[in-house]
C-alpha cells in the first residue's frame, strides 16, 4: 500500500448516534465497503488520514417496504440488492445493475450508500436511482433531509452532502411500468461502464437515466417530454441528440458515447413497446 | 484485535487500517494468499469473510474484528479444489490459484459451467486461458 499507514488514524462507530456524533466532531472520512476508498489508499490517491468505520452498523443494512416506499439502508450491498426477495418484486431493474458491479468479491463489500457517496460518473446504480426517482435520506446529529438523487449532485463527485452529514438510507417510491437497464463496457465482468442506461415505461411515458456520459448521472428530460407527447421515436432521438452531451475520456469517445446512447434507449423504446 | 483465522481464535496487534491481506501474510505469516494488483481488479487475494469471498487487499483489518477468515491454508492440503487444479493443470505460474480456489469454493455444488466462469469473474489469470480452470473446477465438483 503506497499511504503510509502511521500516517492513517480509524475509529470504529458501533451504533449510528455515536458514528453521527463522531461526524459532527470531527468530520471524519466514512468507510463502508471500502471497495473505493482503499484503491485510492493502495495508489496513495486519497488525502483524508482521519476515518470512520461504519461496516459495524448493521442498523444500515435493513431493506424494507414501508408503505409504498422502498427503502434501502446505506450499508445494502449488490449481495444483499441481489438476494432480496423485496428488490425483485419492486426494483428488478436494480438487481440487474448489481449483478454486473465487479465481480462477486465487490458485490460483497460493495454498498448502495458509497457508490451513491463516491458519485463517481460510472456508478452503475446511479442511473437505476436516478430513473426511480430516488431520494438520498442524509442524517447528521441533530437533522434529517431527504435530496431526490436528482438534485444530490451538484458537479463532478461534488454533492450536497455536508461533511457531518451520512448517507443513512435511499427511498424508492413504487415504480410503475417496464423497468429497462443496459450496461455497455469493454466486457462482461468488472468493467467500468462507458454508457449505462435505466429506464421505466409506463404506457407512453418514459423515465430515462444515464450515467458515463457526464459529470454527474443525468435523466434525459427532453427525451422523456417528447416521448410522453406520443412524437416519434425519430423526432424524440433528435431531441436526445441535442441534449446529450457526453464526454471525451481514456475509455470512449463523445461521438461513440452519443452513439450508445442512442441507441441503447431506442432499444428501450422498442423493447417495452 | 480478536477475529477467527482458519477456524482457530486468534489475537493480533494491528493497525486498523492495515491491510487484511498484509495482516495475513505479514502478522499470520500466511503467504499463500497473492497480491496482483492491489486494487480488487484480480482477486488474488481472494479470501472468505463469513463465508463470503472478498478482495483481502481492499479490507482494512479492523473490518475482520470478530469475523471468521478462511485462506488457502484453511484447506488443508487435499481439499479437491486443490488436487483438480493439479490434475487438469488449472495452474501455471500459480499466482491466481489461491484466489481461484478460494473463490470456487463458495460456488453451489450444481453450479453450471457459466455459473462458474460468472462466479470467477472477479479472478484473473495471465497464463492459462482459464479453460483449465473450468474443468478443474467442473471435476471438483463431481467429487
Ligand atoms: C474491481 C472493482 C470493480 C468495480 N466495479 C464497479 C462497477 O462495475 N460499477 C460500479 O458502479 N462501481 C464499481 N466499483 C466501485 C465500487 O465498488 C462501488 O462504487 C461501491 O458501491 C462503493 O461502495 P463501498 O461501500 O465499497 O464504498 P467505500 O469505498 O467504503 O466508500 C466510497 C466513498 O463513499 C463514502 N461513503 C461510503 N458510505 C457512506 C455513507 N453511508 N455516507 C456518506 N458517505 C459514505 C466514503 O467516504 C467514500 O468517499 C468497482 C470497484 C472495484 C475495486
Ligand atoms: S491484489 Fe487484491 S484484487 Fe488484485
Ligand atoms: S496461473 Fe499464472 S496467473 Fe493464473
Not at chain 1, 459495524?56 to 443494512?61: A, F, G, H
Not at chain 1, 409504498?68 to 428488478?92: F, H, N
Request: charged residues 20%; aromatic residues 4%; hydrophobic residues 45%.
Amino acid at each position: 500500500m503506497k499511504t503510509a499507514l502511521s500516517t492513517l488514524e480509524l475509529r470504529r462507530a458501533h451504533t449510528l448516534d455515536d458514528a453521527l456524533a463522531i461526524m459532527r466532531a470531527e468530520h471524519r472520512v466514512p468507510i463502508a465497503g471500502a471497495t473505493d476508498l482503499y484503491v485510492g489508499l493502495n495508489f496513495g490517491t486519497v488525502r483524508a488520514r482521519r476515518f470512520l468505520d461504519l461496516w459495524p452498523l448493521d442498523e444500515l443494512r435493513t431493506i424494507s417496504a414501508v408503505d409504498d416506499r422502498l427503502v434501502l439502508g446505506a450499508l445494502v450491498t449488490y449481495t444483499a440488492m441481489i438476494a432480496s426477495p423485496i428488490v425483485r418484486e419492486r426494483l428488478p431493474m436494480l438487481i440487474e445493475a448489481a449483478r454486473q458491479v465487479g465481480g462477486v468479491q465487490i458485490q460483497n463489500r460493495g454498498t448502495v450508500g458509497g457508490n451513491v457517496a463516491n458519485g463517481s460518473p460510472a456508478g452503475d446504480s446511479l442511473p437505476v436511482l436516478a430513473a426511480a426517482d430516488a431520494v438520498v435520506v442524509l442524517r447528521s446529529v441533530d437533522s434529517e433531509r431527504r435530496v431526490p438523487l436528482t438534485a444530490f449532485y451538484t458537479g463532478y463527485r461534488a454533492s450536497v452532502m455536508r461533511a457531518d452529514e451520512l448517507i443513512v438510507a435511499i427511498e424508492l417510491p413504487r415504480v410503475v411500468g417496464a423497468q429497462w437497464f443496459r450496461k455497455v463496457g469493454t466486457r462482461a465482468a468488472q468493467a467500468i461502464s462507458k454508457v449505462v442506461v435505466a429506464a421505466v415505461r409506463n404506457e407512453s411515458s418514459a423515465r430515462i437515466a444515464v450515467g458515463s456520459i457526464a459529470p454527474t448521472v443525468v435523466r434525459l428530460t427532453a427525451t422523456e417530454r417528447a416521448l410522453a407527447s406520443g412524437a416519434p421515436i425519430d423526432d424524440a432521438m433528435a431531441a436526445l441528440r441535442a441534449e446529450v452531451r457526453p464526454i471525451d475520456d481514456l475509455r470512449s469517445t463523445a461521438e461513440y458515447r452519443k452513439r450508445v446512447t442512442e441507441n441503447l434507449v431506442r432499444r428501450f423504446w422498442s423493447e417495452t413497446a | 484485535m480478536r477475529f477467527t483465522l482458519n477456524g482457530a481464535p486468534v489475537e493480533v496487534d494491528v493497525h486498523p487500517m492495515k491491510r487484511l491481506l498484509d495482516l495475513l501474510r505479514e502478522e499470520c505469516a500466511l503467504t499463500g494468499t497473492k497480491e496482483g494488483c492491489g486494487e480488487g481488479e484480480c482477486g488474488a487475494c481472494t479470501v472468505l469473510i463469513d463465508g463470503a469471498a472478498v478482495c483481502s487487499c481492499l479490507v482494512p483489518a479492523a473490518q475482520a474484528e470478530g469475523a471468521a477468515v478462511l485462506t488457502i491454508e484453511g484447506l488443508g492440503d487435499a481439499h479437491p479444489l486443490q488436487r483438480c487444479f493439479m490434475d487438469e493443470v488449472g495452474a501455471q505460474c500459480g499466482i491466481c490459484t489461491p484466489g481461484m480456489i478460494m473463490a470456487a469454493c463458495v460456488l453451489a455444488p450444481d453450479a453450471s459451467l457459466d455459473e462458474i466462469r460468472l462466479g470467477l469473474a472477479g479472478n484473473l489469470c495471465r497464463c492459462t486461458g482459464y479453460s483449465a480452470i473450468y474443468r478443474a473446477v467442473q471435476s471438483a465438483r463431481r467429487q
